[in-house]
T-cell receptor
Framework: TQLLEQSPQFLSIQEGENLTVYCNSS?????LQWYRQEPGEGPVLLVT?????EVKKLKRLTFQFGDARKDSSLHITAAQPGDTGLYLC?????????FGQGTTLQVKP | GAGVSQSPSNKVTEKGKDVELRCDPI?????LYWYRQSLGQGLEFLIY????????KSGLPSDRFSAERTGESVSTLTIQRTQQEDSAVYLC????????????FGPGTRLTVT
């Protein structure tokens, strides 16, 4: 069974700080997705990474896929209160997604 | 265009009753997925459909859970004889044939079993 471990599970920071969320596995994934979820809503896809070593940027968010395609990171620069939410990584596994347990981010003004 | 819709948004039921949850995928999406999410946690895979067949039902927790799909359209997830541990948010997602892992989620159904 493939597992994805996310860390930290909870992060509370001040507006303007930087942060990194990690997503690790002992298994290789053909692709990995990052989602963001707000209370009462479904997860919203942020990015898909496919190639080992790939780096993608989405405004202040930088996503990296590990060279061996077993891990990924999400870095947020100068966090804003609007970044508050649950961040989920998910790996592709024969037709379905395997999700990490999520990182709850709280950005205080 | 319209996104994934789910109904009801909230359902409170008594232990032992049956419930049906509905999902309308994005038009043209061939794949449909059901997940379950406990409070503040990641998503647990239940079942997925490609068209109206279900290649992977491995995540269904027990034989009280079943799902069906009509063609490439609506799906219903049925839970029989509900138990308190079934309380969770049930999320549905759909994806296109070309990008099966880029899944688009509905808002979920919050199920509470009392």
């Amino acid at each position: 069974t493939q597992l994805l471990e996310q860390s930290p599970q909870f992060l509370s920071i001040q507006e303007g700080e930087n942060l990194t969320v990690y997503c690790n596995s002992s298994s290789v994934f053909s692709s990995l997705q990052w989602y963001r979820q707000e209370p009462g809503e479904g997860p919203v896809l942020l990015v898909t990474v496919v190639t080992g070593g790939e780096v993608k940027k989405l405004k202040r968010l930088t996503f990296q896929f590990g060279d061996a395609r077993k891990d990924s990171s999400l870095h947020i620069t100068a966090a804003q209160p609007g970044d508050t939410g649950l961040y989920l990584c998910a790996g592709a596994d024969t037709g379905k997604l395997i999700f990490g347990q999520g990182t709850t981010l709280q950005v205080k003004p | 265009g319209a996104g994934v819709s789910q109904s009801p948004s909230n359902k409170v039921t008594e232990k032992g009753k049956d419930v049906e949850l509905r999902c309308d995928p994005i038009s043209g999406h061939t794949a449909l997925y059901w997940y379950r999410q406990s409070l503040g946690q990641g998503l647990e895979f239940l079942i997925y459909f490609q068209g109206n067949s279900a290649p992977d039902k491995s995540g269904l927790p027990s034989d009280r859970f079943s799902a069906e799909r009509t063609g490439e359209s609506v799906s219903t997830l049925t839970i029989q004889r509900t138990q308190q541990e079934d309380s969770a948010v049930y999320l549905c997602a759909s994806s296109s044939l070309n990008n099966p892992y880029e899944q688009y989620f509905g808002p979920g159904t919050r199920l509470t079993v009392t």
